[in-house]
């Protein structure tokens, strides 16, 4: 019995020093270098015996659960930054919106905080648009748009920040103008409208960090989780939260 264990005991270490053995090497997405002005696909790692590709789990990041939900996500995935998102989901709540709206300003900057700025509101909406209300994805890929124009009606002007960051006269591209004039006399023009009112552009450093824990409910009754697993259920943005979990993956 004693030998059998044993035998066993160094099967398992042999596949262990197997494993280490084998290294891994991350090939860079086009979209990595494109940020930083480079058009290539360079550095190419140099593949060997024993050096190989990576194409799975990445043992740089925190593991995820086989069927990872949208929580998950936030505590193995999202930036810290996602604090943005939880103090909009609490200031819309303090403001009495319905609980449906809450959610939308929970995930309105999903993009930013996990996954890629540019267009983020479009990017978005794409993500979550299997698993939430048609209205929750219309508003949020449509505060891409109306976060840039003013409605005195609810208060809302220009944003102070925006002027910081893109300078004064910064006029947005033609095709968010033409998503501003849609959305403008759409049925869920308010629910849009009402993500930009909740959005907190001045970060509050000094605010007591939330959890998404205290979302738990919210996103339970409001966001379809499916219970293989977000990347694993086949849906037209399952590869999005796959590309999420494993983003060094070689193709
Ligand atoms: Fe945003
Ligand atoms: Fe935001």
């Known amino acids: 019995?004693?030998?059998?264990?044993?035998?066993?005991?160094?099967?398992?270490?042999?596949?262990?020093?197997?494993?280490?053995?084998?290294?891994?090497?991350?090939?860079?997405?086009?979209?990595?270098?494109?940020?930083?002005?480079?058009?290539?696909?360079?550095?190419?790692?140099?593949?060997?015996?024993?050096?190989?590709?990576?194409?799975?789990?990445?043992?740089?990041?925190?593991?995820?659960?086989?069927?990872?939900?949208?929580i998950d996500f936030f505590k193995l995935r999202f930036s810290p930054s996602q604090q943005h998102l939880l103090q909009?989901?609490?200031?819309?709540?303090?403001?009495?919106?319905?609980?449906?709206?809450?959610?939308?300003?929970?995930?309105?900057?999903?993009?930013?905080?996990?996954?890629?700025?540019?267009?983020?509101?479009?990017?978005?909406?794409?993500?979550l648009e299997p698993y939430v209300d048609e209205e929750v994805s219309w508003a949020i890929r449509m505060h891409q748009a109306l976060r840039f124009y003013p409605d005195e009606s609810v208060g809302y002007d220009y944003p102070e920040l925006y002027i910081r960051m893109f300078g004064e006269g910064y006029r947005p591209d033609p095709y968010i103008e033409a998503d501003y004039e849609r959305a403008k006399n759409h049925k869920w023009y308010m629910s849009a409208r009402m993500i930009c009112v909740n959005d907190l552009y001045s970060w509050d450093a000094d605010a007591k960090?939330?959890?998404?824990?205290?979302?738990?409910?919210?996103?339970?009754?409001?966001?379809?989780?499916?219970?293989?697993?977000?990347?694993?259920?086949?849906t037209p943005s399952s590869h999005m939260w796959r590309t999420l979990r494993r983003p060094s993956n070689a193709l």
């Open 88 to 127: 909009s989901a609490r200031l819309a709540q303090k403001n009495g919106l319905p609980e449906k709206m809450v959610l939308a300003c929970l995930l309105h900057d999903i993009a930013v905080i996990g996954f890629i700025r540019s267009d983020h509101g479009y990017w978005g909406a794409q993500l």
């Open 1 to 70: 019995m004693s030998e059998n264990l044993s035998l066993a005991e160094r099967a398992d270490a042999l596949e262990h020093r197997q494993f280490e053995e084998f290294e891994r090497l991350y090939a860079r997405s086009l979209l990595f270098n494109l940020a930083e002005g480079e058009r290539s696909l360079e550095p190419r790692p140099k593949l060997g015996p024993g050096k190989h590709l990576s194409m799975g789990e990445d043992p740089r990041l925190l593991p995820m659960p086989d069927n990872p939900t949208l």
């Open 209 to 234: 960090p939330l959890s998404i824990d205290e979302f738990e409910d919210v996103i339970g009754r409001h966001f379809k989780q499916p219970p293989e697993g977000l990347g694993n259920d086949n």
